[in-house]
């Protein structure tokens, strides 16, 4: 029997079991979701869901998900980051249901993230007691579970890859070997792929920082400009060059994208500093939901409250002192201090100085928001504080964080605490849930505090696994305490309107898709129309093409020109404005919900001939003309090049198929084709299987050049993008399996 389960006392087997299995519990029955009902609401609700169920239903029929004709008169599918069509963990959902596959895939993401915060805590020397307690905070601190609820999957997947990237990045270091480069290239590609390019941006600026302190402040005596400078840069940029080859295929894309999107230049320092963390929210550090959460209790905060949850659990908090106390002139102690300061400067954005300085001066920096993030740097730190806490007092047994009063001091925190708590009770009606809420907060400081402090106090009494036990136990009873009661399932159905406006529409299946405006929604449901069928004016879309989304916001009036282009054949607007039953181009056809629903009459079908073409220098001018009073639309297409079109009395198209990628029309007279669809580049177009040029049409549609008579345009979205970065990676696979295979490791210098 001991020879059996010998393999089961090998750290490399119990440790990542373990990890696994925690996460599993944790999530319990969250794991077996009902259908319709959803791990996270937010993003998972807003546009992931419905994005994931067209790659799906795309990639099932043998297609590459490359278009969303759904949202926005069509929008870029597989060059959005944010759907992670590339991630490999993302591709459980192709096996399980999506329901359900969040679930398995959150579980993944925790087990990873613990997994990661471990090797990286061992390569730094750190017992196997101290890694584990480092990994369970990181694993579960507020930072990241509050995340897994609130529906942010792309955010997390990203995230988790960070310490296994600063581990191989290291490992390079240490070993300064090519292959060892070439090796950290993965996990950095892997980050890319996870789909969220803020918090890639992130991680690529940890990692440059990193690789600048190891140059600094060598671990190790060097001897020479070319071990401290020359090979550090070396190996990054080598695992730069990996990692940009073997994400070519998102990259690529993904890069052609911004330069389109609204997102290609700085939005100013206003935009960058939304959600930067408020000074009063530091006290979430201490107390998560200090001040409320949305769901149960309500929330008294500042804007968004997923932002600024920060809680690492209040024994990662105490471990943090041993630290400082025992640690302050380790090497690694001080850098892990240093980022713990760095990442929570950065994220007080304007508050912290630091942030306003970044902007001015990094590469990029200024098309990021969300400052409050950074603070995931503090939480990385923090719990490679408490690892190396942990293993100082386990190889240490004589030692304790400090003096006995300070101790009991800490370990009579509940009696204090608890006073507090209890005077909030009795002092403020009961009626008060913030009252309540604080109260039992404070219970629950002073508890944890207590039994941190117990634990420190009587160090020299216990063995050192019984204080790595010990301290495991308190960590996870801390965060999944907190944590438990932040889980919850999000139903659909929520934009109901959607649903009942098609049953209004009652064309079941139609080709292509009814296009609807909508007037005073929350652009976070844009997307449940996809669900019943429904195409959108507009959408819920970081990425959101400039040129669209000038045009769209050119005449925010529901009867303006612009509108009937899109060939927006319905509106949908708050019920209580009853003054559009008098408009003439407006036709009331029913009640939705809180809103009501309008056939446009105006509205352009989804493609027509137009005789003639105008040339506009810019799109402004473009704009300009499309809402004169004279302008005829279905007359006269503006263009911004010579179209070259032969001059004709225009006519009418039919569309005969329909197609996320591609499209096919029957058209018959002359001058230009207008396809209601974005234009974007790789769309391609066929006339009578003869390649034709496709235009960009009213400054947003695409357009193609007919002669007179009938004839065949058939338009397919194959863009060179996508081409050249699956190239470039499959490129890059191969040339890494023959250089692994060729080069063989050698040990380089221990400690760099």
Known sequence: MKLRCAWLRSERIW???????????????????????????????????????????????????????????????????????????????????????????????????????????????LGVGGALVGALTFSYCGFVVVRVTEG?????????????????????????????????????????????????????????????????WPPAPVASARERWGIPLRQLTIAGIAAVGLSAAQLLPTAELILHSVRRGSQGYEFASQYSLPLAHLISILVPNFFGEPVRLGYWGEDWHIEYILYPGLLALLLVGVAIRHGSGERSVRLWLGLTVLGLLLALGPAGGLHRLAYGIMPLFSLARAPARFGFWAILAVASLAAWAVDYLMRHPGQSWGSRSTLALLAGAPVGL???????????????????????????????????GALLLWRPQVSARTLAGLAALLTLADLWGYGGRELRLTAEGEATMWARAAALIGD?????????????????????????????????????????????????????????????????????????????????????????LYQRTAALSHAWVAPQTQTARNLSEVLAAIHAPAFNPRAVALVTQEAG????????????????????????????????????????????????????????LRGVCVPDGEHTVTFRFNPPSVKWGLGLTGVTIILLAGLFARFKERPGREGY
């Open 418 to 452: 608890s006073a507090l708590a209890f005077l909030f009770y009795t002092l403020t009606p009961r009626e008060d849930a913030r009252a309540y809420h604080i109260g039992t907060g404070l219970l629950a400081m002073g508890l944890f505090l207590g039994l941190g």
């Open 645 to 700: 079109c032969p001059a004709g009395a225009g006519g009418d198209a039919t569309i005969t198929r329909f197609e996320p990628d591609a499209v096919a029309l029957t058209t018959h007279g002359s001058g230009l084709l207008v396809l209601s669809e974005t234009w974007y580049p790789g769309w391609e177009a066929t006339l009578d299987g003869r390649p034709v040029k496709v235009l960009k049409a009213d400054g947003a």
């Open 152 to 216: 942010s999957p792309n955010l997390i997947a990203t995230l988790v890859w960070v310490p296994w990237v600063l581990a191989a990045v290291e490992h390079s270091l240490r070993r300064r070997t090519i292959k060892s480069a070439l090796l950290a290239g993965l996990p950095l590609a892997m980050g890319v792929y996870a789909g969220h390019p803020e918090a890639g941006y992130q991680l690529g600026l940890l990692v440059g920082l990193w690789v600048l302190a190891e140059m600094v």
């Open 508 to 596: 079941a299946n139609p080709s292509p898709p009814p296009r609807v405006l909508t007037f005073g929604m929350n652009v976070i449901f844009e997307s449940n129309g996809m669900d019943v069928g429904l195409a959108s004016v507009r959408a819920y879309e970081q990425l959101m093409l400039a040129d669209y989304q000038a045009f769209v916001d050119s005449a925010p009036d529901p009867r303006a020109t612009t509108y009937d282009l899109l060939s927006a054949t319905y509106l949908l607007i708050p019920a209580d404005q009853e003054q559009w039953r008098n408009e003439p181009s407006l036709k009331y056809v029913g009640p939705a919900d809180d809103f009501a």
């Open 15 to 125: 440790v990542p079991l373990l990890l696994a299995a925690l996460s599993l519990i944790f999530l319990g029955d969250f794991l077996r979701p009902p259908a319709g009902q959803y791990l996270g609401g937010g993003d998972v609700t807003s546009f992931l869901l419905q994005g994931l169920r067209l790659a799906r239903s795309e990639a099932l029929a043998g297609r590459l998900p490359l278009w969303n004709p759904y949202l926005a008169s069509g929008l870029p599918l597989w060059a959005n980051p944010e759907y992670g069509l590339l991630y490999l963990p993302n591709w459980i959902m192709l096996v399980l249901p999506i329901h359900t596959g969040l679930s398995w895939l959150a579980a993944f993401h925790l087990f990873w993230a613990g997994l990661g915060l471990y090797v990286w805590a061992r390569l730094h020397r």
